[in-house]
């Protein structure tokens, strides 16, 4: 009788696979989301067993179209992480059509991740599954964009003080959904408490200069944006609320991560700057 497989090594002579339609969907949103775990996975796909699913990810793990790191714990078991694998490459080569070898840098990228941007990276896609979720469940919502921090670098000129300046910043993300034949555009900033006020008043200007200088419109096609300022705790919401109201009471939202996973995201859980009490993201039609 085999031994008991080790969570920390592949199966040295795993069975054979057979990769299915609903294995490519998983290997493929593993790719864009960068980092999944199996909750998160099980979410995405509506697996109703949890043995199931953790059978089929070892066997995409044993046969390397999936590869998985673990986050490290003070107690209880360590949770795996999942990421692509080296025969995923080939999958997603076929399935998007871009060049293996972008495909191989992201990997070998995403294998070398910091634990603390690995954190961040799980709470932005718990973010983002819970708003994909709530966009799915709405038969009058399309969701026309994502685009994840990786990829949300933004660089632009502007003049200041007769002079051509760069600027850069990079968001958390930035996503676009129709609603009712009109367009909603947003960029997510996921806060940790770890940035102080002053440089967070600097992000903050950054936004308002980058709404001001056209390139955002040149860039993304569309006039307007809101910032939705995603933070831990509500003490924190506050304080960066009044931060954000020193500067501007214009675009931008907050609320916890807890209210964006609880509820969905669109209900009346957001605080504007400028505004007081809480407001929908969205004025849904009854």
Not at 51 to 58: A, C, G, P, S
Not at 182 to 193: A, C, P, R, T, V
Not at 195 to 222: C, H, N, P, T, W
Not at 242 to 270: A, R
Request: glycine share 4%; charged share 25%; with cysteine.
């Amino acid at each position: 009788m085999a031994g008991r497989q080790s969570k920390w090594n592949r199966a040295k002579d795993p069975e054979q696979i057979v990769v299915q339609p609903r294995d490519k969907k998983i290997i493929s949103a593993i790719y864009d989301y960068r980092y999944l775990s199996r909750y998160q996975i099980q979410t995405l796909f509506d697996f109703n067993c949890v043995t199931k699913v953790n059978i089929r990810l070892r066997k995409l793990y044993d046969h390397h179209y999936i590869s998985r790191i673990f986050l490290p714990t003070t107690r209880g078991s360590s949770k795996a992480i999942y990421l692509l694998g080296s025969k995923g490459i080939n999958i997603i080569t076929e399935i998007l059509g871009i060049d293996p070898l972008t495909v191989k840098k992201s990997q070998r990228e995403s294998a070398q991740v910091k634990d603390l941007f690995l954190n961040h990276n799980l709470n932005l896609n718990e973010f983002r599954i819970a708003f994909t979720k709530a966009i799915q469940a709405h038969p009058d919502m399309k969701l026309e964009r994502w685009i994840n921090d990786h990829d949300c670098l933004q660089e632009y000129h502007f003049n200041y003080s007769g002079q051509k300046t760069k600027k850069t910043f990079r968001p958390d993300g930035y996503f676009r959904l129709w609603y009712k034949k009109k367009i909603y555009s947003f960029f997510i900033e996921l806060d940790q408490s770890t940035m102080s006020q002053q440089r967070f008043k600097a992000k903050v200007k950054d936004y308002l200069e980058f709404a001001r200088s056209g390139y955002y419109q040149k860039i993304f096609g569309v006039q307007y944006f809101r910032v939705l300022i995603i933070a831990p705790c509500i003490q924190r919401v506050m304080n960066l609320k009044k931060t954000v109201e020193d500067v501007t009471d214009n675009i931008f939202w907050f609320t916890t991560l807890n209210k964006v996973t609880s509820n969905g995201g669109f209900g009346s859980m957001w605080l504007r700057a400028g505004h007081d009490g809480l407001h929908p993201l969205i004025e849904i039609e009854s």
